[in-house]
């Protein structure tokens, strides 16, 4: 019975998820066999799946002869700092939403998705002005500003259906118990959404380190995230491929790594006996 | 899930202690309280958005060319003519649609199985999740750079695997061609987003109580069927959501098709965003680009309202 | 006015203390905006050189991302019109234009005049060099014109050498397409245009107002969509090979000639040995022919208040010794007579080509659209036309429209 079962779990899940995943990883391993060849192995004619001979140039010159690991030690302190500042300020501004019917509510919730519905680069112009008047050209605070705001409607609406999926029943046993709104939001909705809360915190921190063109406008000395970072390797005449391999699949780790910790969190059957009759 | 993890995540009702009677705050009348938690957020995006979405109207009813700095006189609704009128603007919004289209329905469908998948207990599913995000934690210039050299006819990876496998006859110039360029920069796209509904969804499912499916179990209830009554209503609001936001998000990237074509060959692969952003960057005329942009915002507006609109309850 | 922007500077400054780094105080600062293709390079040691010659004056330089060109020359024309632009940057001719506009340059005539490497750059690049207004903004930095390499030994086989007329150059390609390899590696992506121009004003037809849509130029232009198109001495994947294409193909035997530029001469010479050569791009019956000069160049801005000091950097870079440090670090040619005389960087077969381009070297118009054109409406139509959806004479058509309606 036992054995069936096992069988059954490596066919009908294991095995798929190999597969999604052998999807989802085959490029980012090309790139990674890739950085470990010698570039003349990179143009030869037919392709060699196998190389020949691996190197650790690509690394080494990536680490030693370019600003590489400040780069990444920029995008770490932008994108944490967007998570931090966008899950304080979405967070309220969900549960407000989820919890109130006010006046005017959809047309806000409305409201904050259209001005996302622009695309970036026609507000670059107008925001790199406010930037340079308020004095925050090429600092953290304008990078980390600028994410957080401008994924928080996409924050404040992936939020609020994850905390409309908790029973306000809830809400009402705990104000009755005489909790103010924040500190039900706090020790009871919270813990609850952490699910949501932690799929958020995601995407936000991708968001943020995938960006490019805030990065590349509103700082650059000072501040020089590693998306900037990889484009300085393509070049007017020529592209640094295998710095450019190399730096590739190391940028994919962090977010990696990160989720590795947090997916802890995504553990089933949170609100399950939470609401006795 | 087992029944201490359940213990422990109860609600601590004696967290904040019983002050006898408490404060009735705002349970029946919202009165100023969901203001005062929006006003964060309300105020970050009035000055760091609103006020620059401003200024793009402003532009869309202005001819405005960025080497101009001193000359930007108003041209009424000149721009939305020329957008209107233009041939090239029809063509990027049906290429837009096919983008969008495809693009979300085959992310969502492989992020769905993927979420599905996670969910259920294996040895090594922590790993299995983290490294999901993969594709999706890669700069589009690494992603648009690493997917035109894997369907690079001459020296791509795809080309050589599929003529050796026997799936193809000869190498195709995938990007290339138009018959086949959306379809590559489609397998890119998919590739990059389909996490995100992997991990969203995922999340999603977490909120759905197992004693429902336990429950349901019990009744005599097949896996199907499980699926269908419980797995689908219970995820279906946050899937709703993701989705919106997806198409959004979809309909205004043009970061993969910037890299990989260009918009090409010719304007086979240029999408609506695309159109607006060569306008602007390439072109200069940030007029043009603003118009372009306001209309391609209506246009999702029209979705965005007929979703809030059925939901409004 | 002064006391707010210290207030705002100062509040800014404990907002982000931990966050910022300290600027020099002493003596002037010049802020210069530059690319180099390799990232490893950096100006560091010609900017310590530089300082050491010229105590009072602080470079303070930045990398921006090229991106295509878009990328560098929309962080410039932002900055400058916030009022935040640097002293002195590099620009290419398709800023010319645009800069000029927007009123941003400073005039280097009385500067160039009284320096002493003015004769150290030869009169046909400062011709090159100077605007439609007959004033000189740019100082010749560096340069490359765009020339023909051809695979020796494989034309050997068909007891052919390298083209010089346009017939030759179609025989050429013809007799080295067959099985996984083709003739030409024709460039149809973003910054193509570079090497079709060769083709299409190489029978005498110019860049200029009517010239596009000359019936030679009508006639070139047909002759090099047919090599795609009816003769397919090109690889199907050409309408959006970019240069990385263009040169990888080459080297991987796929294809056995290609139009691009002394920067890639030593990876060509690596790879192959003598069996590669450069020679001039084909030329026309009447010795007429046009070899597409690539440009860069430095340029002081209006805006900033130290002229004299960025003046001081742009022409220490632009004089021979340290112009060909600067070069070693670009990978291009030096703008210098004296330091192309003993020019070892690259292989002397290379060089030479470049060099015997420069007399049918030219460029494009100095308009605004012209960065328009290599970006996208070049990219556009030549892959359309390529393609067969409009004829090649409707694309000259369009490009005459762009340039001269």
Same mark, same amino acid.
């Given at each position: 019975?036992?054995?069936?079962?096992?069988?059954?779990?490596?066919?009908?899940?294991?095995?798929?998820?190999?597969?999604?995943?052998?999807?989802?990883?085959?490029?980012?391993?090309?790139?990674?066999?890739?950085?470990?060849?010698?570039?003349?192995?990179?143009?030869?004619?037919?392709?060699?799946?196998?190389?020949?001979?691996?190197?650790?140039?690509?690394?080494?010159?990536?680490?030693?002869?370019?600003?590489?690991?400040?780069?990444?030690?920029?995008?770490?302190?932008?994108?944490?700092?967007?998570?931090?500042?966008?899950?304080?300020?979405?967070?309220?501004?969900?549960?407000?939403?989820?919890?109130?019917?006010?006046?005017?509510?959809?047309?806000?919730?409305?409201?904050?998705?259209?001005?996302?519905?622009?695309?970036?680069?026609?507000?670059?112009?107008?925001?790199?002005?406010?930037?340079?008047?308020?004095?925050?050209?090429?600092?953290?605070?304008?990078?980390?500003?600028?994410?957080?705001?401008?994924?928080?409607?996409?924050?404040?609406?992936?939020?609020?259906?994850?905390?409309?999926?908790?029973?306000?029943?809830?809400?009402?046993?705990?104000?009755?118990?005489?909790?103010?709104?924040?500190?039900?939001?706090?020790?009871?909705?919270?813990?609850?959404?952490?699910?949501?809360?932690?799929?958020?915190?995601?995407?936000?921190?991708?968001?943020?380190?995938?960006?490019?063109?805030?990065?590349?406008?509103?700082?650059?000395?000072?501040?020089?995230?590693?998306?900037?970072?990889?484009?300085?390797?393509?070049?007017?005449?020529?592209?640094?491929?295998?710095?450019?391999?190399?730096?590739?699949?190391?940028?994919?780790?962090?977010?990696?790594?990160?989720?590795?910790?947090?997916?802890?969190?995504?553990?089933?059957?949170?609100?399950?006996?939470?609401?006795?009759? | 899930?087992?029944?201490?993890?359940?213990?422990?995540?109860?609600?601590?009702?004696?967290?904040?202690?019983?002050?006898?009677?408490?404060?009735?705050?705002?349970?029946?009348?919202?009165?100023?309280?969901?203001?005062?938690?929006?006003?964060?957020?309300?105020?970050?995006?009035?000055?760091?958005?609103?006020?620059?979405?401003?200024?793009?109207?402003?532009?869309?009813?202005?001819?405005?060319?960025?080497?101009?700095?001193?000359?930007?006189?108003?041209?009424?609704?000149?721009?939305?003519?020329?957008?209107?009128?233009?041939?090239?603007?029809?063509?990027?919004?049906?290429?837009?649609?096919?983008?969008?289209?495809?693009?979300?329905?085959?992310?969502?469908?492989?992020?769905?199985?993927?979420?599905?998948?996670?969910?259920?207990?294996?040895?090594?599913?922590?790993?299995?999740?983290?490294?999901?995000?993969?594709?999706?934690?890669?700069?589009?210039?690494?992603?648009?750079?690493?997917?035109?050299?894997?369907?690079?006819?001459?020296?791509?990876?795809?080309?050589?695997?599929?003529?050796?496998?026997?799936?193809?006859?000869?190498?195709?110039?995938?990007?290339?061609?138009?018959?086949?360029?959306?379809?590559?920069?489609?397998?890119?796209?998919?590739?990059?987003?389909?996490?995100?509904?992997?991990?969203?969804?995922?999340?999603?499912?977490?909120?759905?109580?197992?004693?429902?499916?336990?429950?349901?179990?019990?009744?005599?209830?097949?896996?199907?069927?499980?699926?269908?009554?419980?797995?689908?209503?219970?995820?279906?609001?946050?899937?709703?959501?993701?989705?919106?936001?997806?198409?959004?998000?979809?309909?205004?990237?043009?970061?993969?098709?910037?890299?990989?074509?260009?918009?090409?060959?010719?304007?086979?692969?240029?999408?609506?965003?695309?159109?607006?952003?060569?306008?602007?960057?390439?072109?200069?005329?940030?007029?043009?680009?603003?118009?372009?942009?306001?209309?391609?915002?209506?246009?999702?507006?029209?979705?965005?309202?007929?979703?809030?609109?059925?939901?409004?309850? | 006015?002064?006391?707010?922007?210290?207030?705002?500077?100062?509040?800014?400054?404990?907002?982000?203390?931990?966050?910022? /780094?300290? @600027?020099?105080?002493?003596?002037?600062?010049?802020?210069?905006? =530059?690319?180099?293709? &390799?990232?490893? %390079?950096?100006? #560091?040691?010609?900017?310590?050189?530089?300082?050491?010659?010229?105590?009072?004056?602080?470079?303070?330089?930045?990398?921006?991302?090229?991106?295509?060109?878009?990328?560098?020359?929309?962080?410039?024309?932002?900055?400058?019109?916030?009022?935040?632009?640097?002293?002195?940057?590099?620009?290419?001719?398709?800023?010319?234009?645009?800069?000029?506009?927007?009123?941003?340059?400073?005039?280097?005539?009385?500067?160039?005049?009284?320096?002493?490497?003015?004769?150290?750059?030869?009169?046909?690049?400062?011709?090159?060099?100077?605007?439609?207004?007959?004033? /000189?903004? @740019?100082?010749?930095?560096?340069?490359?014109?765009?020339?023909? =390499?051809?695979?020796? &030994?494989?034309? %050997?086989?068909? #007891?052919?050498?390298?083209?010089?007329?346009?017939?030759?150059?179609?025989?050429?390609?013809?007799?080295?397409?067959?099985?996984?390899?083709?003739?030409?590696?024709?460039?149809?992506?973003?910054?193509?245009?570079?090497?079709?121009?060769?083709?299409?004003?190489?029978?005498?037809?110019?860049?200029?107002?009517?010239?596009?849509?000359?019936?030679?130029?009508?006639?070139?232009?047909?002759?090099?969509?047919?090599?795609?198109?009816?003769?397919?001495?090109?690889?199907?994947?050409?309408?959006?090979?970019?240069?990385?294409?263009?040169?990888?193909?080459?080297?991987?035997?796929?294809?056995?000639?290609?139009?691009?530029?002394?920067?890639?001469?030593?990876?060509?010479?690596?790879?192959?040995?003598?069996?590669?050569?450069?020679?001039?791009?084909?030329?026309?019956?009447?010795?007429?022919?046009?070899?597409?000069?690539?440009?860069?160049?430095?340029?002081?801005?209006?805006?900033?208040?130290?002229?004299?000091?960025?003046?001081?950097?742009?022409?220490?870079?632009?004089?021979?010794?340290?112009?060909?440090?600067?070069?070693?670090?670009?990978?291009?040619?030096?703008?210098?007579?004296?330091?192309?005389?003993?020019?070892?960087?690259?292989?002397?077969?290379?060089?030479?080509?470049?060099?015997?381009?420069?007399?049918?070297?030219?460029?494009?118009?100095?308009?605004?659209?012209?960065?328009?054109?290599?970006?996208?409406?070049?990219?556009?139509?030549?892959?359309?036309?390529?393609?067969?959806?409009?004829?090649?004479?409707?694309?000259?058509?369009?490009?005459?429209?762009?340039?001269?309606?």
């Amino acid at each position: 019975m036992k054995r069936q079962l096992r069988l059954l779990r490596l066919l009908g899940t294991e095995l798929p998820v190999v597969a999604i995943l052998g999807f989802a990883l085959l490029p980012w391993i090309w790139m990674m066999l890739s950085s470990f060849r010698p570039d003349s192995e990179l143009t030869h004619s037919p392709i060699t799946l196998i190389p020949s001979q691996l190197t650790l140039v690509h690394h080494i010159e990536l680490l030693q002869r370019t600003s590489f690991i400040w780069n990444l030690r920029d995008s770490l302190v932008v994108a944490c700092g967007a998570v931090a500042l966008g899950l304080g300020l979405a967070l309220p501004a969900a549960y407000a939403f989820s919890r109130f019917r006010f006046r005017g509510r959809g047309a806000l919730r409305t409201g904050f998705l259209v001005i996302n519905m622009f695309p970036v680069v026609m507000l670059i112009l107008p925001l790199f002005v406010l930037m340079r008047e308020l004095g925050l050209l090429d600092t953290y605070v304008a990078l980390i500003a600028g994410h957080a705001t401008f994924t928080l409607p996409f924050a404040i609406w992936l939020l609020t259906s994850y905390v409309d999926g908790i029973p306000q029943e809830l809400d009402q046993a705990a104000m009755i118990d005489g909790a103010t709104r924040l500190q039900t939001l706090w020790l009871v909705v919270l813990p609850l959404a952490l699910p949501g809360v932690v799929a958020v915190g995601i995407y936000l921190f991708i968001t943020s380190w995938n960006e490019y063109l805030f990065a590349l406008m509103l700082a650059g000395r000072n501040v020089r995230t590693v998306t900037v970072a990889l484009q300085l390797f393509i070049g007017e005449n020529q592209i640094q491929w295998g710095l450019l391999m190399a730096g590739g699949t190391l940028v994919a780790l962090p977010a990696t790594i990160l989720f590795l910790f947090a997916q802890r969190q995504l553990v089933g059957g949170l609100t399950g006996g939470a609401v006795k009759g | 899930m087992n029944v201490s993890t359940a213990q422990q995540r109860r609600v601590p009702s004696q967290a904040w202690g019983t002050k006898g009677g408490g404060r009735r705050s705002s349970i029946l009348r919202p009165g100023a309280t969901p203001w005062l938690m929006l006003a964060p957020a309300l105020a970050a995006a009035a000055i760091l958005v609103l006020l620059p979405v401003l200024d793009t109207l402003w532009m869309s009813f202005h001819d405005v060319i960025l080497y101009r700095p001193r000359s930007r006189p108003f041209a009424g609704l000149a721009n939305y003519a020329w957008a209107l009128t233009d041939p090239v603007f029809w063509e990027s919004l049906r290429h837009s649609l096919v983008w969008i289209v495809c693009a979300v329905s085959l992310q969502f469908a492989l992020g769905f199985a993927a979420a599905l998948l996670l969910n259920r207990s294996f040895a090594w599913r922590g790993i299995a999740r983290a490294l999901i995000v993969v594709p999706w934690a890669l700069p589009s210039v690494i992603i648009g750079l690493i997917w035109t050299w894997m369907l690079d006819f001459n020296l791509g990876v795809l080309n050589e695997i599929g003529v050796r496998l026997g799936l193809l006859s000869a190498s195709i110039p995938w990007l290339a061609q138009p018959s086949t360029a959306m379809a590559g920069v489609l397998l890119a796209i998919v590739w990059q987003g389909f996490p995100f509904f992997a991990v969203t969804l995922l999340a999603g499912l977490q909120a759905i109580p197992g004693e429902l499916y336990e429950a349901a179990s019990i009744d005599g209830a097949g896996p199907f069927g499980k699926f269908r009554h419980i797995t689908l209503p219970g995820l279906a609001g946050v899937m709703a959501t993701a989705l919106l936001l997806r198409m959004i998000w979809v309909a205004n990237s043009l970061d993969l098709i910037l890299v990989m074509t260009n918009g090409g060959p010719g304007t086979a692969t240029q999408t609506l965003p695309l159109h607006a952003f060569l306008t602007a960057w390439s072109g200069g005329n940030y007029g043009h680009g603003a118009a372009l942009s306001v209309l391609l915002t209506l246009l999702l507006l029209g979705v965005v309202v007929a979703y809030v609109w059925r939901n409004r309850a | 006015m002064k006391r707010r922007d210290m207030l705002t500077g100062a509040t800014a400054a404990i907002a982000t203390a931990p966050l910022a /780094r300290p @600027y020099a105080q002493k003596g002037v600062t010049i802020r210069w905006w =530059y690319h180099l293709d &390799d990232p490893k %390079a950096t100006p #560091n040691e010609f900017i310590a050189a530089f300082e050491k010659e010229n105590p009072g004056i602080h470079i303070e330089a930045e990398n921006i991302p090229w991106g295509g060109g878009g990328d560098y020359d929309n962080r410039l024309y932002t900055s400058i019109i916030a009022g935040n632009g640097p002293d002195t940057s590099m620009v290419k001719f398709n800023n010319l234009a645009r800069l000029l506009e927007m009123e941003a340059l400073s005039p280097l005539d009385k500067w160039i005049d009284a320096w002493p490497g003015k004769s150290d750059i030869t009169a046909d690049l400062w011709r090159l060099h100077t605007a439609p207004d007959g004033k /000189r903004y @740019y100082m010749p930095l560096q340069y490359v014109v765009l020339y023909l =390499y051809v695979r020796l &030994d494989l034309l %050997a086989k068909h #007891n052919l050498t390298p083209p010089t007329t346009f017939d030759e150059f179609l025989t050429c390609a013809k007799a080295l397409t067959g099985g996984e390899q083709w003739g030409f590696g024709m460039r149809g992506g973003s910054g193509g245009h570079d090497s079709w121009m060769p083709f299409a004003f190489g029978t005498g037809a110019r860049p200029v107002k009517g010239g596009f849509v000359s019936p030679a130029a009508l006639a070139q232009n047909r002759y090099f969509i047919d090599l795609m198109r009816t003769h397919k001495v090109c690889p199907p994947s050409a309408p959006t090979d970019g240069f990385l294409q263009i040169v990888n193909n080459m080297k991987a035997g796929r294809t056995a000639m290609a139009v691009h530029h002394i920067s890639t001469a030593n990876d060509m010479a690596n790879t192959f040995g003598d069996a590669i050569t450069a020679v001039v791009v084909p030329r026309g019956p009447d010795r007429s022919g046009f070899a597409t000069f690539g440009d860069g160049a430095n340029a002081v801005y209006a805006a900033s208040k130290n002229q004299e000091a960025a003046w001081r950097w742009i022409s220490w870079l632009s004089t021979g010794p340290n112009n060909v440090l600067y070069n070693k670090a670009a990978g291009q040619m030096t703008v210098t007579t004296s330091g192309a005389a003993n020019w070892t960087l690259h292989p002397k077969r290379f060089v030479d080509a470049t060099v015997n381009s420069l007399p049918i070297a030219g460029v494009l118009p100095n308009l605004p659209q012209t960065a328009d054109f290599t970006r996208v409406v070049w990219p556009q139509n030549t892959q359309k036309a390529l393609l067969g959806e409009i004829t090649p004479d409707a694309m000259m058509q369009i490009f005459e429209k762009l340039f001269f309606s």
